[in-house]
């Protein structure tokens, strides 16, 4: 499916949400039941995500430091390949034939169940051996790791077992270990609407106490691509609470189909071409109505709507977008920042720009109404009238 394409699709799904009755998540009721000020509250969480992510090279340099003096092993992994090849060494050095494996959001985007499956290795260990866990947070200043489990059983499951993997995409850390508590509360309300922590730990691997054997697998996966953009880095904020998915209109229609990867939703439509390619996912920058509504719901402030506009802005000046898209967003470009266009009578303005549009969007969209009289005649005429 292509940009122009895609766009049409959308604008059909866009007549059926009019008529939609989306249900929104009511974070409101649930937040102020237990924290007075929620503004504050996802301020202060924004400013831990964003503290992390803008100095993420030396503060994953600063865990490792920390985490290796716990005696455990660490391994950077820049893509899929590199994971699949170290933790197939590691299960095969180790003799390891059966996982206790954990689903996570990051295990799904690895494919890591169908992949250990493949190799032959049983996602049902009966005697505990080793567990593979994807953690909520890495905790520099401590090298220890946050976990919020589902059950005592799992969070035993994952204690008991001889040896722990852990395996983090390069983004999930917070620097302090004093910052947990904002996060724990965050993940109960805004992932789980409960109003209190589910069971948490928090594992300081120590191989003399635990008499266990603890590696992490830190993953790039194309999230380093973000980095150089100074706007679509903040979606590396994200803490996968599943809020904005919740609230987007878009997102309970058309559901995770349409995105042919384990990443979805509205954070997806932003990240997802850096994290694979552009020519694949450049058309998610369309997914959206802009109705803001993840925007406002997410609890570590990351401005989606205006990401998404971003990457439009981003693929357009590349130049990645399809020549028709381009060359129709310069002509509209062109027309628009015209003042002698501007200052026509709006019916012409109108018919002009029915003109330019070709036939796929005038049957497929609205083509909206200008306004009597522009911002600048209204001014000039305000300027007369006080002369
Ligand atoms: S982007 Fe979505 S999933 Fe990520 S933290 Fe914000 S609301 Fe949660």
Redesign the pocket.
């Known amino acids: 499916m292509n940009t122009s394409e895609y766009k049409k699709f959308l604008h059909t799904c866009s007549k059926n949400i009019n008529d939609f009755d989306v249900k929104l998540f009511d974070v409101d009721n649930t937040v102020h039941s237990v924290y007075d000020n929620i503004d504050k509250l996802q301020l202060q969480a924004s400013k831990v995500r964003q503290k992390f992510v803008d100095n993420i090279a030396n503060n994953l340099l600063d865990f490792e430091k920390n985490f290796i003096s716990n005696k455990s092993y660490i391994n950077w992994c820049l893509s899929y390949d590199d994971f699949y090849n170290s933790l197939l060494k590691l299960l095969d050095k180790k003799k390891i034939k059966s996982v206790s494996i954990f689903p996570s959001d990051f295990n799904n985007e690895l494919s890591l169940e169908k992949m250990l499956k493949l190799e032959g290795i049983s996602l049902f260990s009966k005697d505990n051996i080793c567990s593979i866990h994807e953690p909520n947070f890495g905790i520099v200043d401590t090298g220890s790791f946050l976990s919020i489990f589902n059950s005592i059983f799992e969070m035993e499951l994952l204690l008991d077992s001889k040896i722990k993997i852990f395996i983090l995409p390069i983004n999930k850390f917070i620097c302090n270990i004093s910052d947990i508590d904002i996060f724990a509360h965050i993940l109960s309300i805004?992932k789980d609407n409960a109003k209190f922590p589910q069971i948490s730990n928090i594992f300081t691997p120590n191989s003399a106490e635990n008499k266990s054997e603890t590696h992490l697998f830190i993953v790039d996966n194309g999230r380093s691509n973000l980095l150089s953009l100074k706007e679509q880095k903040k979606?590396l904020?994200?803490?996968?609470?599943?809020?904005?998915?919740k609230v987007c209109p878009v997102y309970k229609l058309i559901k995770d189909q349409p995105y042919n990867n384990s990443l979805t939703?509205?954070?997806a439509n932003v990240m997802l071409p850096f994290l694979e390619n552009y020519d694949s996912y450049k058309h998610l920058s369309f997914n959206s109505v802009l109705c803001g509504n993840?925007s406002k719901?997410?609890?570590?402030n990351?401005p989606?709507t205006d990401l998404i506009l971003e990457n439009r802005k981003f693929f357009f000046e590349s130049k990645i977008m399809n020549l028709e898209d381009n060359l129709l967003s310069l002509g509209l470009k062109k027309f628009l920042i015209s003042r002698k266009n501007m200052n026509r009578r709006y019916w012409v303005k109108k018919y002009l720009l029915r003109k330019m549009l070709p036939n796929t969007i005038k049957k497929s969209i609205r083509i909206p109404s200008f306004s009597k009289k522009t911002f600048n005649q209204n001014e000039q005429q305000n300027k007369a009238n006080i002369e």
Do not use: H, R
């Open positions: 805004y979606s904020w994200c803490i996968n609470c599943g809020a904005c998915k939703g509205p954070l993840c719901v997410c609890p570590v990351i989606i």
